[in-house]
């Protein structure tokens, strides 16, 4: 079960990082996280960023293509860190109320 999945069990509301450039994110899940390869995945290459800006007739600007290249890079990294079910998660907010709860209900069934 991913944390994602268990937070949403737990009733625990998700928080994400602020986002000042959401078309970029847009873009970044309409050309694709990340690309196949023989044994998983592997950030997006060039040529399929490239690709994606003929057939679709967009022009990104370098820099726009050179952080659309490194979200996919830190992307794979964060999801071979994840595999870890010690990682921890790669934004964390401040700890609700609810999140407390349900970690010390988690102690006092261990210790109980």
Avoid: F
């Amino acid at each position: 079960m991913s944390r994602a999945e268990a937070m949403k069990r737990d009733g625990v509301p998700i928080s994400m990082p602020p986002n000042p450039m959401p078309h970029l994110i847009d873009r970044l899940i309409e050309i694709g996280l990340t690309e196949a390869a023989g044994m998983g995945v592997v950030p997006l290459s060039w040529r399929e960023i490239e690709a994606w800006q003929h057939n679709v007739h967009v022009a990104l600007a370098p820099w726009e293509a050179r952080l659309i290249r490194k979200l996919s890079v830190e992307y794979v990294a964060e999801g071979r860190r994840a595999e870890s079910e010690n990682c921890p998660p790669p934004w964390r907010a401040e700890v609700t109320a609810r999140e407390r709860e349900v970690e010390e209900a988690r102690l006092r069934m261990v210790l109980g």
